[in-house]
């Protein structure tokens, strides 16, 4: 009885364990959120991970359990938004250790309703200005 409680106490923190790797396999594994809610579970249905996957979990399992070129341009959850630019690698270039190109408005590539949060780059808020600065010169020759 006792070394039956040893080894089920042993099965559940390999498999505990076993999910919190595989966060180490995707860029920002460990920063994913959905509408605000952290989803440690990232392959996962529930937040937790465990139980059914959710779209993004089933390409990742069909990748061998790898972030590939493929699953990094692929959007899972039909978004708009291909997993790399959710999980902060829009370039697909990001390998197991590394720091992604982005680390901040990580957002969930198995959740429609989850997109990311980029800001708006200083330089094409420049071009826009500069933009309209010459829209209003061009009128002020017209008028
Ligand atoms: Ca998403």
Redesign the pocket.
């Known amino acids: 009885m006792r070394a039956a409680l040893v080894l089920l106490v042993a099965v559940l923190a390999t498999t505990a364990f076993g999910r919190l790797t595989y966060q180490g396999q995707i860029p920002n594994g460990a920063s994913v959120m959905r509408n605000g809610e952290a989803w440690p579970g990232v392959g996962h249905t529930a937040a937790a991970g465990g139980g059914a996957r959710n779209p993004f979990g089933v390409a990742f399992f069909q990748a061998g359990r790898n972030w590939t070129t493929a699953l990094c341009q692929a959007d899972t959850?039909g978004?708009g938004?291909s997993n790399g630019v959710?999980l902060g690698d829009p370039n697909c270039v990001w390998t197991v250790n590394a720091t992604p190109a982005r680390t901040t408005g990580i957002?969930?590539?198995?959740?429609?309703?989850?997109?990311p949060t980029i800001a708006t780059t200083p330089s094409s808020a420049g071009t826009l200005a500069a933009g309209v600065a010459a829209l209003g010169a061009m009128l002020a020759l017209l008028l």
């Open positions: 959850d978004d938004f959710e957002s969930h590539p198995g959740f429609a309703d989850s997109t």
